[in-house]
Antibody
Framework: QVQLVQSGAEVKKPGSSVKVSCKAS????????ISWVRQAPGQGLEWMGR????????NYAQKFRGRVTITADKSTSTIYMELNSLRSDDTAVYYC???????????WGQGSQVIVSS | DIQMTQSPSSLSASVGDRVTITCQAS??????LNWYQQKPGKAPKLLIY???NLERGVPSRFSGSGSGTDFTFTITSLQPEDIATYYC??????????FGQGTKLEI
C-alpha cells in the first residue's frame, strides 16, 4: 500500500509563493492520480486540483486556476503543489491524496501547514 | 460545478444512538459519492465509497445509501470513538471533485 509523506510546515509572507511536496513510499505512483485538498482553520475540505503522474497532465479547480501549479517528478515519486500570490486566506493545512482510477481518496498524506502572515 | 449540500452541520448524540447525515447533490451524480471521517488534527479517512460500499476494515455500524442526488450516511450504534467530522464528496465524471460542508458529530 502506497503511503504519502508531505513536506513540513511553512510560514510565508503575503504575495510570495509556497511549494509543498508529497512523496510516495512503499509502492509506485504509476496507477494513481494525486489530488491536493486544503482545509482552512475550522473549515471544510476544498479540492484544489490533481495530476496523473504517468500522464503529467494536471486539472485545477476554477478557483485556483492561474495561481496553482501541480507537477510530478516520476523519478522520485514526488508530487509538488505550488501556490503563488499568497494571501492570508490561503492559511490552511494542505493535503495530498491518492486515488486509483476514480476519485476515491485513499491514501492521504499527513498534511502540511502553511501560514501566510506579514 | 456540482454543489454538495450536507446536513446537519453539527449533531449531538449519545452512545448507542442511531445517527443519520444527508448529502444532496445539485445534479445527478449517479452512485459516485464517498463518505470520509476526520478526527481533529488528522487527515480524512475513507469510510464509504460508491455511495454504499464499506471500505475494508471499517466497522459495519457505518453504512451509506442513495443514488442520483440524495444520499444518506448512517451510524447504527454510536461509539465514543466515532466523534469526528464527516464529509461527503462527489466524483461524477470529470473534476472538480467537491465536498460537502461537513457534519461535526459530538456526544
Amino acid at each position: 500500500q502506497v503511503q504519502l509523506v508531505q513536506s513540513g510546515a511553512e510560514v510565508k509572507k503575503p504575495g510570495s509563493s509556497v511549494k509543498v511536496s508529497c512523496k510516495a513510499s512503499g509502492g509506485t505512483l504509476s496507477n494513481y492520480a494525486i489530488s491536493w485538498v486544503r482545509q482552512a482553520p475550522g473549515q471544510g475540505l476544498e479540492w484544489m486540483g490533481r495530476i496523473i503522474p504517468i500522464l503529467g497532465i494536471p486539472n485545477y479547480a476554477q478557483k485556483f486556476r492561474g495561481r496553482v501549479t501541480i507537477t510530478a517528478d516520476k523519478s522520485t515519486s514526488t508530487i509538488y503543489m505550488e501556490l503563488n500570490s499568497l494571501r492570508s486566506d490561503d492559511t490552511a493545512v494542505y493535503y495530498c491524496a491518492g486515488s486509483l482510477g476514480v476519485a476515491r481518496f485513499d491514501p492521504w498524506g499527513q498534511g502540511s501547514q502553511v501560514i501566510v502572515s506579514s | 460545478d456540482i454543489q454538495m449540500t450536507q446536513s446537519p452541520s453539527s449533531l449531538s448524540a449519545s452512545v448507542g444512538d442511531r445517527v443519520t447525515i444527508t448529502c444532496q447533490a445539485s445534479q445527478d451524480i449517479r452512485k459516485y459519492l464517498n463518505w470520509y471521517q476526520q478526527k481533529p488534527g488528522k487527515a480524512p479517512k475513507l469510510l464509504i465509497y460508491d455511495a454504499s460500499n464499506l471500505e475494508r476494515g471499517v466497522p459495519s455500524r457505518f453504512s451509506g445509501s442513495g443514488s442520483g442526488t440524495d444520499f444518506t450516511f448512517t451510524i447504527t450504534s454510536l461509539q465514543p470513538e466515532d466523534i469526528a467530522t464527516y464529509y461527503c464528496q462527489q466524483y461524477d465524471n470529470l473534476p472538480p471533485y467537491t465536498f460537502g460542508q461537513g457534519t461535526k458529530l459530538e456526544i
